[in-house]
Nanobody, 119 residues
Framework: QVQLVESGGGLVQAGESLRLSCAAS????????MAWYRQAPGKQRVLVAN???????NYAHSVKGRFTISRDNAKNMAYLQMNSLKPDDTAVYFC?????????????WGQGTQVTVSS
């Protein structure tokens, strides 16, 4: 069982940066994938970025070139560096871990951290 806790959200102006952190309660070195999702008000939760196994990454088109996902297995942490933020990036951001190939979803989720970008 892995527990995830996100931090680093807040209120920023357009063009600024934030770094979200995801702290895992256990050893994440064996986790096959980690991801960041976001959910804007009235919208579905969508994938922002994921990092798989040895470090292969994937990004939503809307954040490619601005956001960077990373993980530090030694610290049991994952991060999302967000640069050049836009008002459309406003959402609750969730950390997820361990892709389940049977259910096609992540097994572990954090509670989320709010990111608000003002224009």
């Amino acid at each position: 069982q892995v527990q995830l806790v996100e931090s680093g959200g807040g209120l920023v102006q357009a063009g600024e940066s934030l770094r979200l952190s995801c702290a895992a309660s256990g050893d994440i070195s064996g986790i096959n994938a980690m991801a960041w999702y976001r959910q804007a008000p009235g919208k579905q939760r969508v994938l922002v970025a994921n990092i798989i196994g040895g470090g292969s990454t994937n990004y939503a088109h809307s954040v490619k070139g601005r956001f960077t996902i990373s993980r530090d297995n030694a610290k049991n942490m994952a991060y999302l560096q967000m640069n050049s933020l836009k008002p459309d990036d406003t959402a609750v951001y969730f950390c997820a871990a361990e892709w389940n190939w049977q259910n096609f979803k992540y097994d572990y989720w954090g509670q989320g951290t709010q990111v608000t970008v003002s224009s």
